[in-house]
């Protein structure tokens, strides 16, 4: 089964500065890779999810990730934060019928 | 489309009391699960179901715990009876199976409170 670890539990950025959330899979193939974002109080929201089509995946606000198979790695990163972008970001390995398996969920702090 | 609807939002009770969660699934999925979250264990898969049949109970903490689809359109889980360590948010989720990386679609989540 696809297995997810994220490093780092709390992220701390300034407002305008790189966000990076680290993930890394376990190598079963294929690999069904997902981020998603949850706001408090929310339910969970897809940002986006690797297709095989192409390494880097653009999603939604801005976030993208790059798919390194080589690092068994899918990071999370945004050029540029925003307050809005204070959530809890979960990586999760999925399988072909939506079963997935979580990280542990990596908090995002954005100071002003 | 209104996306996954579940019901109540939020529910405190007392221990021993039994416990029922709703779910509507997005129209025309045919994939659902049921999510627990708490600060300890994080997000953990409780049961899905294909096609209104369970496929995969293996993460119902126990005998209390109870989950049913009885149409396309609704599914429930229930608690009997509650105890204090069952408080934590559950999360309902549909998928439509494309046969590529499906993506899961979240419901708000029922709060629960045991007391």
């Known amino acids: 089964a696809q297995s997810v670890t994220q490093l780092g539990s709390h992220v701390s950025v300034s407002e305008g500065a790189l966000v990076l959330l680290r993930c890394n899979y376990s190598s079963s193939v294929p690999p069904y890779l997902f981020w998603y974002v949850q706001y408090p109080n929310q339910g969970l929201q897809l940002l986006l999810k690797?297709?095989?089509?192409?390494?880097l995946v653009k999603g939604i606000n801005g976030f993208e990730a790059e798919f390194k198979k080589s690092e068994t790695s899918f990071h999370l990163t945004k050029p540029s934060a925003h307050m809005s972008d204070a959530a809890e970001y979960f990586c999760?390995?999925?399988?072909?019928?939506?079963?997935?398996?979580f990280g542990q969920g990596t908090i995002l702090t954005v100071h002003p | 489309d209104a996306g996954v609807i579940q019901s109540p939002r939020h529910e405190v009770t007392e221990m021993g009391q039994e416990v029922t969660l709703r779910c509507k699934p997005i129209s025309g999925h045919n994939s659902l699960f049921w999510y627990r979250q708490t600060m300890m264990r994080g997000l953990e898969l409780l049961i899905y179901?294909?096609?209104?049949?369970?496929?995969?109970d293996s993460g119902m903490p126990e005998d209390r715990f109870s989950a049913k689809m009885p149409n396309a359109s609704f599914s429930t889980l229930k608690i009997q009876p509650s105890e204090p360590r069952d408080s934590a948010v559950y999360f309902c989720?549909?998928?439509?199976?494309?046969?590529?990386?499906?993506?899961?679609?979240f419901g708000q989540g029922t709060r629960l409170t045991v007391v």
């Open positions: 690797y297709t095989s089509a192409a390494t």
């Open positions: 989720a549909s998928s439509l199976p494309t046969g590529g990386n499906t993506e899961a679609f």
């Open positions: 179901f294909n096609n209104n049949v369970p496929i995969d």
């Open positions: 999760a390995g999925g399988t072909s019928y939506g079963k997935l398996t």
